[in-house]
């Protein structure tokens, strides 16, 4: 399948590698390989909303909304929340403060099934501890719901009037990192 940036393609496709070899490799590396499927796509997600933002125009005003200093970047959930808001909420929280409420967290939880749960593995790993009771299962489903999530966020952007086109292939992706490295 094709994607929205050289990266988003190089992650997802790095997850479906990790999924992979979960499935069908030692029981002894299931849990790295599983961790591995989710961090990248926690990982794909954030690239693809990045890549939305970016073209769409939005960057500094979701910077400006979330109050992140100049040279700073705004965390997944902190993107997810301003993103939602901006484009789809009935109504609209005008400051950050109002932004992170239980109503909003319920709403995302509601509107991209899965990502709570990929969201926590992630921070967990980024803070060093690792969940011992992921399993091929989980992972295979919350994968699932990464993907999904992605082609919600870029439906969310169409609606929006920034109709974002996936033409980039895993292997356009790698060749293009190939001239990269070539011409540094």
Same mark, same amino acid.
């Given at each position: 399948?094709?994607?929205?940036?050289?990266?988003?393609?190089?992650?997802?496709?790095?997850?479906?590698?990790?999924?992979?070899?979960?499935?069908?490799?030692?029981?002894?590396?299931?849990?790295?390989?599983?961790?591995?499927?989710?961090?990248?796509?926690?990982?794909?997600?954030?690239?693809?909303?990045?890549?939305?933002?970016?073209?769409?125009?939005?960057?500094? %005003?979701? +910077?400006?909304?979330?109050?992140?200093? /100049?040279?700073?970047?705004?965390? @997944? #959930? =902190?993107?997810? *929340?301003?993103?939602?808001?901006?484009?789809?909420?009935?109504?609209?929280?005008?400051?950050?403060?109002?932004?992170?409420?239980?109503?909003?967290?319920?709403?995302?939880?509601?509107?991209?099934?899965?990502?709570?749960?990929?969201?926590?593995?992630?921070?967990?790993?980024?803070?060093?501890?690792?969940?011992?009771?992921?399993?091929?299962? %989980?992972? +295979?489903?919350?994968?699932?719901?990464? /993907?999904?999530?992605?082609?919600? @966020? #870029? =439906?969310?952007? *169409?609606?929006?009037?920034?109709?974002?086109?996936?033409?980039?292939?895993?292997?356009?992706?790698?060749?293009?990192?190939?001239?990269?490295?070539?011409?540094?």
């Amino acid at each position: 399948m094709s994607e929205i940036s050289n990266n988003s393609a190089i992650l997802i496709a790095t997850s479906f590698q990790a999924l992979n070899r979960a499935k069908t490799g030692n029981k002894s590396t299931l849990l790295c390989n599983c961790t591995v499927t989710i961090l990248f796509a926690s990982f794909f997600i954030e690239e693809n909303l990045d890549v939305i933002i970016k073209k769409m125009g939005k960057n500094r %005003e979701m +910077k400006n909304f979330l109050r992140i200093k /100049k040279h700073g970047h705004p965390g @997944l #959930l =902190d993107k997810l *929340a301003w993103y939602f808001n901006y484009c789809s909420a009935n109504s609209k929280a005008d400051s950050r403060e109002k932004l992170f409420t239980n109503r909003l967290e319920g709403r995302l939880n509601k509107r991209f099934p899965g990502f709570k749960r990929i969201y926590q593995i992630r921070n967990d790993v980024a803070h060093g501890k690792i969940n011992r009771r992921l399993n091929l299962k %989980e992972t +295979k489903k919350l994968r699932i719901q990464a /993907k999904a999530i992605v082609n919600d @966020l #870029l =439906d969310i952007a *169409a609606v929006a009037g920034c109709k974002i086109p996936r033409n980039i292939t895993y292997y356009m992706a790698i060749s293009n990192s190939e001239e990269q490295l070539a011409d540094n």
